[in-house]
Structures are given as C-alpha cells and as structure tokens.
C-alpha cells in the first residue's frame, strides 16, 4: 500500500498563494503520474491538475488554468501544487494522487494511490 502525504493548506486572503507538497517514502515515484485533486463540502472530487513521470506534460483544470502550477522533483520524490491569485472557490480539501500511467489522467478512478487531503480555505 503506497501512502502520500499532502501539505501546506493554510487559510489565506483572496488574491494570496498558496504551495502544496506532496511526498511519499513508499515508492520511488519517477514512474508514476501525479496528480492533484480537490473536494468541497457537498461538492464531487475535481481534478486540479495532473503531471506526467518526466514532467513533460501537465494539464489543468479549466477553473484554475492561468493561476495553478504543478511540478515535481522526482529525486526527491516530491510533487507541488503552486496556487496563485486564490479566490474563495478554491476552498476546499486538496488531495495529490498517483498511480503507474504514461499519460496524464483527470478522473479519480483512474489513480489507485492517495494522500490524506490538505485543507484550504480562502476567506478575508
């Protein structure tokens, strides 16, 4: 069972940013996509953004495209989320997921390993 841990969900003003990491000491993830996901309450799983193994493809979520960045260090095993000009919509939990595919994937099913989600809450 491959474990990830996400962090760095903060309470932040609207307009501010945010940096979410992403880590796992389980698996090695060069290999894996990594994607990043969100839920609010009463709300389904939305995909965020996605990355593939060698960073040479990413794709986003139509709500965050131009704000949101997603990139990873696979030498340390990490991936991040960069949240740029935050807006109260965003609030939600935020999970990073992987899984062995090549190309990226934007639906939940389709990633087999996740975090434990990260709270952000946008608000003034």
């Known amino acids: 069972q491959v474990r990830l841990v996400a962090s760095g969900g903060n309470l932040v003003q609207p307009g501010g940013s945010l940096r979410l990491t992403c880590t796992t000491s389980?698996?090695?993830?060069?290999?894996?996509?990594m994607g990043w996901f969100r839920q609010a309450p009463g709300k389904e799983r939305e995909f965020v953004a996605g990355?593939?193994?060698?960073?040479?493809?990413?794709k986003y979520g139509e709500s965050v495209k131009g704000r949101f960045t997603i990139s990873r260090e696979n030498d340390k095993n990490m991936a991040y989320l960069e949240m740029n000009n935050l807006l109260p919509e965003d609030t939600a939990v935020y999970y990073c997921?992987?899984?062995?595919?090549?190309?990226?994937?934007?639906?939940?099913?389709?990633?087999?390993?996740w975090g434990q989600g990260t709270q952000v809450t946008v608000s003034s």
């Open positions: 990355i593939s193994p060698s960073s040479d493809d990413v």
């Open positions: 389980e698996v090695t993830i060069s290999w894996y996509i």
């Open positions: 997921a992987t899984d062995q595919h090549y190309l990226i994937r934007t639906a939940p099913e389709d990633y087999k390993y």
